[in-house]
């Protein structure tokens, strides 16, 4: 069992719509990290968060520390968004990552 | 361009050769991982590095070998490997603080297939 879990795995949205992508873990952390993978694999840090709510454009990321979940939103959703977006969560002890296995996202004009 | 640089982006090699990633870092970051990512897997933990000395070695078979000469430059050499070890191998840099880490900033990979 991964102690990162992500849903859905693949996730196909029109132009516009607003999409939600969720992460649950089960262990202590530190911080939770949301990261955008293009094709051609580079990975980009969206947003490092440890509790609340962080906003960049039309992105947000929630957290609730209670529950060990997190949302990541995208608002009026945009092609350019087609990624696979992962979910990470930083241990309390040292620089241990867990990673999830990432959600393939695909938005059709 | 996130301040990582991997080279090469692709690499082809056969099970008997032996060749090298590279990885640099120009962020001032002390500490370094090497991350293998294989298809519909979470990114698996190889090495971690923090002021060029190795913390981590998730139990990576020999065949894989880190150096790290100093705080900015991180290597992986390759040898004997094995099909099952293509896949796309990520380097990343963090800044380390106590009890705490900061964000993970990724190169863009070295694409490895070995025949």
């Known amino acids: 069992k991964n102690e990162v879990e992500q849903s859905p795995q693949n996730l196909t949205a029109q132009e516009g719509e607003f999409i939600t992508i969720n992460c649950s873990y089960s262990?202590?952390?530190?911080?939770l990290h949301w990261l955008q993978q293009h094709p051609g694999g580079g990975i980009v840090s969206l947003f490092m968060?440890?509790?609340g709510k962080k906003k960049h454009g039309r992105l947000i990321a929630t957290i609730n520390i209670q529950e060990k979940h997190s949302s990541l939103h995208i608002t009026a959703s945009h092609p350019r968004d087609s990624a696979v977006y992962i979910c990470?969560?930083?241990?309390?002890?040292?620089?241990?990552?867990?990673f999830g296995t990432g959600t393939s996202l695909t938005v059709i004009p | 361009e996130t301040g990582v640089t991997q080279t090469p982006r692709h690499l082809v090699m056969g099970m008997t050769n032996k060749k090298s990633l590279k990885c640099e870092q120009h962020?001032?970051?002390?500490?370094m991982y090497w991350y293998k990512q294989s298809a519909k897997k979470p990114l698996e933990l190889m090495f971690v590095?923090?002021?060029?000395?190795?913390?981590e070695n998730n139990s990576v078979p020999s065949r894989f070998s880190p150096e790290c000469p100093n705080s900015s430059h991180l290597f992986l050499h390759l040898h004997t490997l094995q099909p099952e070890d293509s896949a796309l191998y990520l380097c990343?840099?963090?800044?380390?603080?106590?009890?705490?880490?900061?964000?993970?900033?990724f190169g863009e990979g070295s694409r490895l297939t070995v025949l």
């Open positions: 990343a840099s963090s800044q380390e603080q106590p009890g705490n880490t900061g964000e993970l900033f």
């Open positions: 262990v202590g952390i530190s911080a």
């Open positions: 968060l440890s509790s």
């Open positions: 990470a969560v930083n241990l309390y002890t040292g620089n241990q990552f867990y």
């Open positions: 962020l001032g970051h002390n500490a």
């Open positions: 590095y923090n002021f060029k000395e190795q913390t």
